[in-house]
C-alpha cells in the first residue's frame, strides 16, 4: 500500500522519529481509512516539522502542483499537509 510505502521511506531516509511518532498517534491508520486520511497527513506534516525540518523545504515544492491538481484527493492530501 501507498501508506507502507511511505514508511518504508521513511525509515530509509533516516526519518525514524517521523514513523515513531505517527504509529503513537496513529496517523498511520488514518492515512489507510478515506474519512480520516486527513488527519493523517497533518501528523504527517507535523511530525516532519518537528523530526525531519530540512526535508521540508523539497517536500513543500513538490506540493505545489497538487494544489491545483485535478483530483480532489490530491487537493486534499497537499492542503493538509500545509495548512499543518
Do not use: D
Not at 523530526?51 to 517536500?59: M, N, R, S
Amino acid at each position: 500500500s501507498a501508506v507502507e510505502a511511505l514508511k518504508f521511506m521513511l525509515s530509509r531516509g533516516g526519518s525514524e522519529e517521523v514513523t515513531c511518532s505517527l504509529e503513537a498517534e496513529g496517523g498511520w491508520e488514518n492515512m489507510r481509512k478515506e474519512e480520516t486520511h486527513h488527519l493523517g497527513v497533518s501528523s504527517l506534516s507535523s511530525s516532519m516539522v518537528q523530526y525531519a525540518g530540512p526535508k521540508l523545504p523539497v517536500i513543500l515544492k513538490a506540493l505545489q502542483p497538487a494544489l491545483s491538481s485535478v483530483y480532489e484527493r490530491q487537493r486534499i492530501t497537499a492542503t493538509a499537509f500545509l495548512a499543518e
